[in-house]
């Protein structure tokens, strides 16, 4: 069990309580092995059993009441301050803890926008409204997204090296890849080369293993969420990848796009869409500092492919990078009713991003590239090496 | 990816809906990767990322309207008689299909007693109220916790065939032990053991590695969900494990007890411990069979060990095991506070539970078995083997 990050993240709500003026923040959970708010995996690193109150304070307190059995695994984590174990019931200890920190707002974890903040249950909330009937407390419920939004966004710097190793590993194994891939291969024996060198590598995977990698050969594989099947690889045909490692708990999410042929012989209608996707890319990472929203970095790219004649793509340009592939906060996405307001959330110095616009190209197919970004005081470095040509396989 | 089970079990949830003449059952969820909603490993087996509406009728269509790129993968689960893709909005979609089923009540997974069938989170709930507003719908919400407790708890076959197996290999795994285990060996080298044991034998864990299995020698180490320790393994002591795997998405729970020394040398206050253990067990194992609530089961025990002048243990007799090691659904326990009205429950055919009590003795610390139980239409029969005496190292 690693408790450095835990205790490093619980430490940074604190923080954050005190910048947003917040006296405290509820973590209201149980059978965490079941279903975990996803708050955590950042500042617990643990499972709790029964019903469990974690609380943050912006005097930087952190209280943990949990059940008996739990208690002394808690402890052992040593990111709080003090445990309180129960045997029969919560709901004394918790109207008393509550009486002594007297918290004017209780950020709770709920939210519309963003589903890395919104770990509460219906029930549970309705739950703790019972627990706490006749204090003061349930009338000071808040959303707990401002907080939860900056606390997963903002990395620290070891969250960043785990990140950065991650990508470094992905790289590694696409750069095996290059041997391996040959023309009349399935996506399938492409797929198990990966799980292959990801088990040499020791690292586990960043979203589900059916669809990771993502392999899509040729001009007729639609890409999205659905796995590598017995279509072949064949010359003159692209081959798309989208592929993402967990190491030590973090992830990398990198697409990168190979050629069967010369250099030569790309087309040029191949060429082209690739420079467009590439380029893309590189103007946007420019655009990108602390400050912009995240509508306007995904306008840049959007615009950009527009204005070369491609028909817009239909998801975000991209999406936050951390213990989850898809990590939730600020979103580098269009104003679209499916994704929110978390497009018009800010870029924090910390956050780590994917870019990976797409074109359609009238005969090939897609072309998709993805890179991972961290943003820093003055703009954004990127975690991965960018592709700039296409990868020949001949 | 395993389809057999989500098929069997997304059947089993139309002809439960006919059952409890529910018109329609909807799992809502988003980004089921960060936290999904303890239904989706039922009865979908796969992740979706956008929001998500899975929609069973007790006619018995299933209906998943889900983002466009995961259609596709959504549809190859074979899970589904009709998959509706979007791309901006799932709400004018959402507001079609069940426009077309009409339904009178519409469960929902939110369940104040049971952590199982809690899966809506408080935003997501008020997101649907938000774009079913206008429609009768929101006004035919009601909890489908009478659903998924018997989704969980009625296992097919197939998942007993699979706790089965998990079982064994567990107790495979308590004989490899048995002559690996010595005198002066820390709890730590031991636990190690195991997981070498379940790498060999290719099972994964059944619940958090750091106390799985929990390891505790000798009358001061505290038992719960606590991990090994540098503490020493001595002549004249117990051992105590608790040691759970999964085997193909399914698990087992169970406790054994070692004693150092000849069977000759075992303390009086020691035997007479285990037998009343061993025999409370056996008692209740007689007493249950379909039809039994969960406080009455875990009162024959409670009773059987207070009359032998035991001090009462602070949980429950037993839980269900499936998914989970803590399956959910009814609880053969006391009727406290903390454990909500699942003690209330009914046991049912298919139930797989965990028979563990445990008294504590003055000088040699707990003793604390547990077992394994399937309910049949007339009583219950063992999946474990049951410890009949303690297993003696010298």
Known sequence: MNRKLPQEKSKQACDLLRELDMDAWLIWVRETKLMADPAIALVLGGDVVWQSALIFTKTGERTAIVGNYDAQGIEALEVFTKVVPYTQSIRDVLRTELDQIKPKQIGLNYSRDDYAADGITYAMYNLLKEYLEGTPYPDRFVSAEPLMTRLRGRKTSEEINRIQTAVNITEEIYNEARKFVKVDQTELEIYYFFHQRMQ??????????????????????????????????????????????????????????????????????????????????????????PGVKGYEADDITRQYLLERGYEEYGHALGHQVGQEAHDGGTLLGPLWDRYGASPKGMVEVGNVFTLEPHVRTKNYGQVSLEENIVVTKKGCRFLSTPQTELICIS
Chains 1, 2 share one sequence.
Not at 219 to 248: M, S, W
Not at 258 to 270: L, S, W
């Open 200 to 289: 040499a590598h020791n690292v586990t995977f960043a979203w589900d293993a059916d669809h990771n990698p993502a392999v899509d050969a040729g001009p007729n594989k639609e890409f999205g969420h659905a796995g590598p099947t017995d279509n072949k690889t064949k010359t003159g045909h692209l081959l798309h990848f989208d592929f993402g490692v967990r190491y030590q708990g973090y992830c990398s999410d990198l697409q990168r796009m190979f050629f069967f042929g010369a250099a030569q012989d790309i087309p040029n209608e191949v060429q082209t869409a690739f420079e467009a996707v590439r380029d893309a890319i590189q103007k946007v990472a420019e655009f990108i500092k």
